[in-house]
């Protein structure tokens, strides 16, 4: 199978599950993400807490970059699953067992 094929999304259970999964996870670093961009944002109206503040940028830029790759190993993880036979291309020789 292909990377970010989007019938794998539904391909199974399994892969409903994992997708749901990695979604939480990725919603849960947006959102961890978006709150240290906005406490970080607040430090820089007071002098005293600009030092903090950039840290709080940074930690906020590395959790965005978790993003795309908490993506990367869904499209992965699904890639690896078994795709029962109702779910593979017409013609597919491929031999996968279903679970």
Request: no cysteine; net charge negative.
């Amino acid at each position: 199978m292909k990377l970010f094929d989007d019938s794998l999304r539904t391909a199974s259970a399994h892969h409903a599950e994992a997708v749901r999964r990695y979604e939480l996870g990725r919603t849960v670093v947006e959102f961890l993400a978006a709150v240290t961009f906005i406490i970080g944002s607040v430090f820089f109206f007071y002098e005293s807490l600009i030092y903090a503040g950039t840290w709080m940028f940074l930690i906020g830029s590395v959790l965005f970059a978790v993003r795309p790759s908490i993506r990367l190993m869904l499209e992965l993880h699904l890639a690896r699953l078994p795709v029962p036979r109702e779910f593979r291309p017409y013609g597919s020789e491929e031999v996968v067992e279903t679970l």
